[in-house]
C-alpha cells in the first residue's frame, strides 16, 4: 500500500453549494477518509466542513473586483505556499503555484472568440480588464497537468489554448448513498401530497439558479396540460419568467420554489429532470437525478451530455422542437420506469468515490514525477 500524500489544495470557498467548490469539497473529503494528509488554502470554509483539514487562511483583498481578485487570491497562495512543502498541490481556482488545476468553466479567451469585431474591440482590446483576465488565464493554462470536468471544457481548452498539454477529463460525481432510488420511492407519495400534485401529473424538475443559461426560456413555453414545472433556485429576474408563463399560457402549470437547503425532496416528487442549458460545463443536477433513478432530459451544449446513452439511460436533445417531443414522450410511466433503471446504473459508475480514486492514481503519478526531478533521475 502507497504512503498517505501531503495535499494542499487550493479554493476560494470551502462551501457545499456551487459547481466548483461543491467539486472540491466531495474529493478532498473522501482523500481525507482515504488517510491523505489536505490542507485547504481558502478564503472561507462552511461551518461543519473542516473537520479532520489543516485550513491556512487566504486574506480576501480587492473584492470590488472580481479579476483583482483572483489576481490577489493568486499571489497571496503563491507566498503562502512558497513556506510549505506538498507532494501535491491542486488548484481549483486560477493560481500559480500548482502541480494540478482543475478546469470547471469555459475559458475566457474562447467567449471572447464568440464577439464581433465591434465588440471584440470594446470589450478585448481596449478593457484593461480583458487584458489583467487573460493574462491570469493563460499563466493559469501553462500548468504541467490541466484537469477539465466534461469532455466540452477540454474541447474548449484545446480549442483556446493549443500549447496546453496533459489536459484529462474527470467529472464531477454523485453521492449514490444520499441520492437514490429507494428514499424516491419512500417518499414519493408523501411529497407529491405536501406539494398539491395530482397522481396522474407528470412533473419536470428544472435545478439552477443562472435560469437564462440554464435555458429556462425553453422549458417554461412547454409544460402543457397534464404536466408541473417545478424550477428549484434562486435565479435572475424571476418576473421575466412569470411574465413568459403568462404569455405562454402555463403560469398554473410553472411552480418557482426557490432555494433549498435539500433538493431531495423534489427529486422524489418528479417525474423527469431537465436541463436544457445553452451552455453548461457539465450539470450536476442531472447525474443526481440519474442517482435517483429518474430520467432526464439534457441538452446536447451540457457537458454531461457525453455520459448519457441517448435513448437508454437519458435524452439528449438539440432543438426546442426535440425536447417539446420527448416531454411529451416521458408522460409514459413504464419509459419513465425503464430509463430510470438505466440511468441510476449509470450514475452508480460515476460517484464522488470514483472522482476520488481518478485523483489519488493522478496524484501518486505528480508525486513521482516530483520525486525524480528532484532526486536528478
Not at 498517505?4 to 457545499?16: G, Q
Not at 418528479?270 to 440519474?290: H, N, Q
Request: proline share 3%; with cysteine; hydrophobic share 35%.
Amino acid at each position: 500500500m502507497e504512503k498517505p500524500l501531503k495535499i494542499a489544495v487550493l479554493v476560494k470557498r470551502f462551501i457545499s453549494s456551487g459547481g466548483a467548490e461543491r467539486y472540491a469539497l466531495e474529493v478532498s473529503r473522501r482523500l481525507l477518509q482515504k488517510g491523505h494528509e489536505v490542507t485547504l488554502y481558502a478564503r472561507q470554509v462552511e461551518a461543519g466542513q473542516e473537520t479532520g483539514l489543516k485550513w491556512i487562511r487566504v486574506p480576501e483583498r480587492l473584492r470590488y473586483s472580481s479579476v483583482l481578485s483572483s489576481v490577489s487570491f493568486a499571489l497571496s497562495t503563491a507566498r503562502l505556499l512558497s513556506q510549505q512543502s506538498y507532494d501535491v498541490v491542486h488548484s481549483h481556482e486560477r493560481a500559480f503555484s500548482q502541480d494540478i488545476l482543475t478546469v470547471h468553466t469555459f475559458s475566457f479567451r474562447g467567449n471572447t472568440e464568440k464577439y464581433s469585431l465591434v465588440k471584440k474591440i470594446d470589450r478585448v482590446y481596449l478593457s484593461p480588464r480583458s487584458a489583467l483576465y487573460l493574462w491570469l488565464e493563460g499563466k493559469q493554462m501553462r500548468t504541467s497537468r490541466l484537469v477539465a470536468v466534461s469532455d466540452v471544457i477540454r474541447d474548449d481548452i484545446r480549442r483556446s489554448y493549443p500549447g496546453a498539454e496533459r489536459v484529462s477529463v474527470i467529472t464531477p460525481g454523485v453521492d449514490t448513498e444520499w441520492f437514490q432510488p429507494s428514499c424516491v420511492l419512500r417518499k414519493r407519495e408523501e411529497e407529491r401530497a405536501r406539494q398539491e400534485i395530482p397522481a396522474n401529473e407528470t412533473v419536470i424538475l428544472f435545478v439552477g439558479s443562472e435560469f437564462k443559461r440554464k435555458g429556462l426560456d425553453a422549458l417554461v413555453p412547454l409544460i402543457s396540460p397534464g404536466m408541473r414545472l417545478v424550477v428549484v433556485g434562486k435565479g435572475e429576474k424571476l418576473g421575466h419568467y412569470k411574465s413568459l408563463a403568462r404569455r405562454s399560457g402555463t403560469l398554473e402549470r410553472v411552480y418557482f420554489e426557490g432555494h433549498s437547503h435539500d433538493i431531495r425532496p423534489y427529486y422524489a416528487a418528479s417525474d423527469v429532470v431537465a436541463l436544457p442549458s445553452r451552455s453548461e460545463a457539465f450539470g450536476m443536477s442531472v447525474l443526481e437525478g440519474m442517482a435517483c433513478g429518474l430520467p432526464v432530459v439534457t441538452s446536447a451544449n451540457a457537458g454531461i451530455a457525453s455520459l448519457i446513452h441517448d435513448g437508454k439511460d437519458g435524452f439528449v436533445f438539440r432543438s426546442v422542437e426535440e425536447l417539446s417531443k420527448l416531454l411529451e414522450l416521458l408522460s409514459d410511466p413504464e419509459l419513465r420506469r425503464r430509463i430510470g433503471i438505466e440511468a441510476r446504473k449509470k450514475a452508480e459508475r460515476h460517484s464522488w468515490d470514483r472522482t476520488a480514486e481518478q485523483y489519488e492514481e493522478l496524484y501518486y503519478r505528480i508525486a513521482e514525477q516530483k520525486k525524480g526531478v528532484v532526486s536528478g533521475r
